[in-house]
């Protein structure tokens, strides 16, 4: 078998070369072969090999459809970023100039089962750092694996707070009794895929991070903090969510921010539905981001 060394071909060549392996399958091949050509491409390649690594990286059955996407988009227009659910192109991707972003994000990229997030994370890391200076607590309704949670607390040295970060999930998935009938597919990737443990352990570093195993709205009864500065919301589940504002909202200090992470993804209709009009009840609106998050700051 002839050798091929990397420094005889061009970064176009070597991004042609993986894009076929992306075609044929050969997802980890091409991943590699990406990763390598990111180190020694020329500026204007980088982020092109970034998203290339997002979407190599962590698969699913969208993989194909999105890498096609990428391809098709950047035969006509610059800064060209596919991700999942949302394909943007010449707008500044302001994470991929920040290192250390790039590089927590890639870190734990596998704890979600969905590629490219940075669009997402970024709002989420906007909301945190804006709470830093905020009365009260931070609170995650959903945590599955602890995915964004651990990107936006490694990323601000949550560990160094003088606050808590509660962190809510029943670690089994959504409840039978509360599955939405557009999630009950997906509920699979929760049941039993994770564990309570797991995620304990994956924040033990930082000790004013609390993982708390219980269901929602009943467990807020028991341990919720008294005022929050931000809340990160991803029950995937409309009546929990809906529970969970009643329980919560109060508590919520001025200036202090919803994150909604499901709100604006088609097949959260129905959330989409009950939040704003629970939002208009009270004669206030949340923000639709085209990412499928709902933000709302309370005045
Ligand atoms: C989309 S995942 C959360 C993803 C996570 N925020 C992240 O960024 O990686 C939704 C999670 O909500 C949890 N969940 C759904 N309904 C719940 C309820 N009523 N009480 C507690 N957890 C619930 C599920 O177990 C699942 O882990």
Same mark, same amino acid.
């Given at each position: 078998m002839p050798q091929i060394n990397f420094s005889e071909i061009t970064t176009e060549q070597g991004m042609a070369m993986a894009d076929g392996l992306m075609e044929a399958g050969q997802y980890d091949l091409a991943a590699k072969v990406y990763r390598a050509l990111l180190s020694s491409a020329p500026a204007a390649m980088k982020n092109r090999l970034r998203v290339r690594v997002g979407l190599s990286s962590v698969r699913n059955a969208r993989t194909p459809m999105s890498h096609g996407a990428l391809k098709l988009l950047e035969g006509g227009i610059r800064d060209v970023f596919v991700g999942e659910g949302l394909a943007t192109w010449s707008k500044t991707m302001a994470f991929y100039d920040d290192a250390r972003f790039i590089e927590l994000a890639d870190r734990h990229?596998?704890?979600?089962?969905?590629?490219?997030?940075h669009w997402n994370l970024q709002t989420v890391l906007w909301a945190v750092r804006q709470a830093q200076h905020l009365d009260g607590d931070l609170v995650e309704l959903?945590?599955?694996?602890g995915h964004t949670t651990l990107f936006c607390a490694e990323y601000v040295e949550f560990g160094d707070w003088p606050k808590t970060w509660f962190l809510y999930d029943?670690? =089994?998935?959504?409840p039978d009794d509360q599955v939405d009938a557009s999630f009950k597919k997906s509920n699979a990737v929760y049941k039993g895929t994770f564990s309570f443990e797991e995620v304990r352990d994956r924040f033990a570093h930082m000790a004013n991070i609390k993982v708390i195993k219980g269901r929602v709205p009943e467990v807020l009864a028991k341990t919720c903090p008294d005022r929050i500065a931000f809340l990160h919301m991803d029950l995937n589940n409309v009546t929990a969510e809906i529970q969970a504002l009643d329980a919560v909202f109060d508590k919520i200090t001025p200036g202090g921010i919803i994150v909604f992470d =499901?709100?604006?993804?088609a097949v959260s209709r129905a959330q989409f539905d009950a939040e704003n009009a629970w939002f208009a009840k009270r004669g206030m609106q949340i923000l639709p981001l085209p990412t499928g998050q709902g933000l709302f700051i309370k005045r």
């Amino acid at each position: 078998m002839p050798q091929i060394n990397f420094s005889e071909i061009t970064t176009e060549q070597g991004m042609a070369m993986a894009d076929g392996l992306m075609e044929a399958g050969q997802y980890d091949l091409a991943a590699k072969v990406y990763r390598a050509l990111l180190s020694s491409a020329p500026a204007a390649m980088k982020n092109r090999l970034r998203v290339r690594v997002g979407l190599s990286s962590v698969r699913n059955a969208r993989t194909p459809m999105s890498h096609g996407a990428l391809k098709l988009l950047e035969g006509g227009i610059r800064d060209v970023f596919v991700g999942e659910g949302l394909a943007t192109w010449s707008k500044t991707m302001a994470f991929y100039d920040d290192a250390r972003f790039i590089e927590l994000a890639d870190r734990h990229a596998d704890l979600l089962p969905l590629p490219n997030w940075h669009w997402n994370l970024q709002t989420v890391l906007w909301a945190v750092r804006q709470a830093q200076h905020l009365d009260g607590d931070l609170v995650e309704l959903g945590v599955f694996k602890g995915h964004t949670t651990l990107f936006c607390a490694e990323y601000v040295e949550f560990g160094d707070w003088p606050k808590t970060w509660f962190l809510y999930d029943t670690f =089994d998935g959504i409840p039978d009794d509360q599955v939405d009938a557009s999630f009950k597919k997906s509920n699979a990737v929760y049941k039993g895929t994770f564990s309570f443990e797991e995620v304990r352990d994956r924040f033990a570093h930082m000790a004013n991070i609390k993982v708390i195993k219980g269901r929602v709205p009943e467990v807020l009864a028991k341990t919720c903090p008294d005022r929050i500065a931000f809340l990160h919301m991803d029950l995937n589940n409309v009546t929990a969510e809906i529970q969970a504002l009643d329980a919560v909202f109060d508590k919520i200090t001025p200036g202090g921010i919803i994150v909604f992470d =499901d709100y604006g993804w088609a097949v959260s209709r129905a959330q989409f539905d009950a939040e704003n009009a629970w939002f208009a009840k009270r004669g206030m609106q949340i923000l639709p981001l085209p990412t499928g998050q709902g933000l709302f700051i309370k005045r």
